[in-house]
RNA sequence: GGCGAGGUAGCAAAGUGGUAAUGCACUGGUCUGCAAAACCGGUAUGCGCGGGUUCAAUUCCCGCCCUCGCCUCCA
């Protein structure tokens, strides 16, 4: 299949370094705070990635990691008042049921940067020995200038870039080095060589992807603005350290709101919980596949809601041929797998995806139960590889649903009690009631319950 | 200042040197007691603007305008 490579800046044929087998490191989250879009995106992106490999026959290992310790989660302990760990521990479960919700399989392993203090001090010291790093009073840098190929991956001039304002204030040698390893007075702190410290922001990649992925892996992953300097500055130290690191480089594009980019620090994003009192996780997860991976995603409440309306006319159309035939195991279009061959190209697939919907129907209203098992095991087949088909998606929706019902049967009750017709005010109640339901006439109202 | 992405129908979003996928919305029709769903059809003479190359450009080249991103944390 072809892939795009940052690195590369272009397309080409993805080829494993072990034959069917593929590894791949993608950046997860740093657990200060609630899940928004965005973050799903680039989850969706990936996972949808790591699918369709497994989809073709390779065995995927895939890491993403989990940065728990980190200067804003410390500044969100104080402002909820409460320890960093359970701060993170809390985030980190809110991830994890944003990711369920969207039908985001576990990784191999999602390992916690707080678990890999060992692996990163060692990393750091090895690119002390190699003299690719020095230690400061406490900090431990990584000097930039003694890395000819620095700025690879984004096409970056050292001499070019804005130097942050607070570069001075420390001891480095040159303006751009990064801290591996940061001097604090503050708890938590962990005991290195040179101290106690905590680490710095790019080594927790690095230290995990060599070990669990080895020196050299097929794939690393993460949001475009991942791009420069974390993964940067990934590459300059694991690639000062020996290591070969990652072959490819891939980036997931935006979900952006008025044309600029979704962020909790524009204030402008949006949390996966509340989203999902808006659409289900499925049709979230088709919203966030409905444009191709390294495109802006523009956001509307109304683009939204319209995906989910396109994704249900997929689903009920499962479920109506579904309900005449059953159907075992099916094969995927030739153009859908066409499309998700060049470079994962979602609108595409999506294209074919409804064209396969359609002649579905159409089968279905001839009765043509021959069609309608061919268009329906692909249709089925093109949801599972998109992760599109977990769960029963009406379901969600079920309590409004009935509360429309409901309401629908109390406005009829309430007009009969308003004219005293109390016989078939209370046999409309006991319907309610022999349904399974309580009902109570309150002050404010009536309210109904499902009866327990 | 450097690097990068992008401007395609009401909205979202693909795409190609030969004349604009797909979804939603809108609209005509079939079906229906009426609806809904489904299906058939219609809806950008034009793909930011101005030049150029070419038999042919939305697609290549040049210039311009505009939007956004990264270089500070960020999916």
Redesign the pocket.
């Known amino acids: 299949m072809q892939l795009y490579n940052t690195l590369t ?1 272009d397309v080409s044929e993805f080829i494993p370094i072990e034959a069917s087998k593929v590894s791949m490191y993608v ?1 997860g ?2 657990v200060q705070g609630n899940p928004h879009i ?2 799903m ?2 989850a969706v992106v990936f996972d949808l990635l790591r699918r369709w490999f497994s989809h073709n026959g390779f065995e995927v290992r895939f890491v993403r990691n989990v940065t728990d310790i980190d200067d ?1 989660i410390l500044h969100t302990a104080v402002h909820e008042n409460r320890p960093w760990f359970e701060v993170a521990a809390h985030y980190e479960r809110e991830f994890t049921n944003a990711y369920n919700a969207l039908g985001i399989l576990p990784p191999s392993v999602e390992p916690r940067a707080t678990g890999h203090i060992t692996q990163m001090v060692e990393l750091i010291q090895d690119l002390i020995d190699r003299d690719m790093a020095y230690e400061i009073d406490g900090d431990v840098y990584f000097a930039v200038d003694k890395y000819a190929a620095y700025g690879e991956l ?4 050292l001499d ?5 304002e607070d570069s001075a204030e420390r001891n480095k040698h040159f303006k751009h080095d990064f801290a591996l390893w940061k001097k604090v007075e503050d708890q938590p702190t962990w005991p290195t060589p040179w101290g106690e410290g905590r680490p710095g ?1 790019h080594i927790e990649c690095s230290a995990m992807a060599r070990f669990y992925l080895g020196k050299k892996f097929d794939i690393h992953g ?9 993964h940067e500055n990934e590459i300059a130290q694991s690639k000062a350290a020996g290591d070969n690191f990652a072959q490819r480089w891939l980036h ?1 594009a ?3 709101q008025s ?5 909790k ?1 524009l204030g402008n994003s949006l949390q996966v919980q509340e989203v999902l009192k808006l659409v289900s996780g499925m049709e979230l997860r088709y919203y966030l596949l ?3 991976y390294r ?4 956001y ?1 409440p ?2 939204l809601t ?1 995906a989910a ?2 994704f249900n ?1 997929i689903t ?1 159309f499962v479920s109506r041929g579904q309900e005449l035939i059953e159907v075992s195991d099916g094969s995927l279009p030739k153009d859908f797998i066409t499309a998700m061959d060049d470079d994962l ?1 979602l ?2 697939a ?2 074919v995806l ?2 396969t ?2 002649r579905g ?2 089968a ?2 001839e009765n043509d139960l021959d069609s309608l098992r061919l268009a329906l095991t692909e249709v089925i087949e093109m949801l599972n590889v998109l992760g599109l088909s977990q769960g029963a998606i009406a379901t969600e929706n079920t309590h409004q649903i009935i509360d429309g019902l409901v309401q629908a049967l109390l406005t009829e009750r309430e007009a009969a009690r308003a004219r005293k017709d109390f016989a078939t005010a209370d046999a409309l109640r006991d319907k309610l009631i022999a349904a399974g339901l309580t009902i109570e006439d309150t002050a404010t109202g009536v309210r109904w319950s499902i009866t327990r």
């Open positions: 800046r950046c989250a740093t965005g973050h995106r680039a804003k984004s096409n970056q001039k070019q870039l804005m130097v942050s922001w993460g949001g475009l603005d991942l791009a420069f300097p974390h997931s935006w979900v952006t044309g600029e980019k979704m962020s620090s409905s444009a191709h495109s802006m995603l523009e509307s109304a683009a319209e309306t396109g006319r009920s190209n609108p595409i999506l294209g409804y064209e919907v359609r129907n159409t279905l209203a």
